[in-house]
Nanobody
Framework: QVQLVESGGGLVQPGGSLRLSCAAS????????MAWYRQTPGKQRELVAS????????NYLDSVKGRFTISRDNAKNTVFLQMNSLSPEDTAVYYC?????????WGQGTQGTVSS
């Protein structure tokens, strides 16, 4: 079992930044991948960014490329999502996911709201 706790959400004005954190109960190096998803009411959860732990390869949703960055701190077993140049369309609940041994583990989500 891997427990994930997200933090860092909040209210920010358009053009601003948020940095989300996902603290894992397991060593990140023992995981296959980490990812950030987001979901808005009435829509399916969508993959925003992913990180393959062994290779370090990252992938991003087209609409966030160049604005969002996924990174990790192995010593703290934490994955981050730096979100810059935010727009109201980025408003969502952001979820962290970990993959290990074919199993998915999810955090509880953190709300990010972009509004003036």
């Amino acid at each position: 079992q891997v427990q994930l706790v997200e933090s860092g959400g909040g209210l920010v004005q358009p053009g601003g930044s948020l940095r989300l954190s996902c603290a894992a109960s397991a060593t990140i190096s023992g995981l296959y991948a980490m990812a950030w998803y987001r979901q808005t009411p009435g829509k399916q959860r969508e993959l925003v960014a992913s990180l393959a732990v062994t290779s370090g390869r990252t992938n991003y949703l087209d609409s966030v490329k160049g604005r969002f960055t996924i990174s990790r701190d192995n010593a703290k077993n934490t994955v981050f999502l730096q979100m810059n140049s935010l727009s109201p369309e980025d408003t969502a609940v952001y979820y962290c996911k970990a993959l290990r041994n074919g199993n998915d583990y999810w955090g509880q989500g953190t709300q990010g709201t972009v509004s003036s």
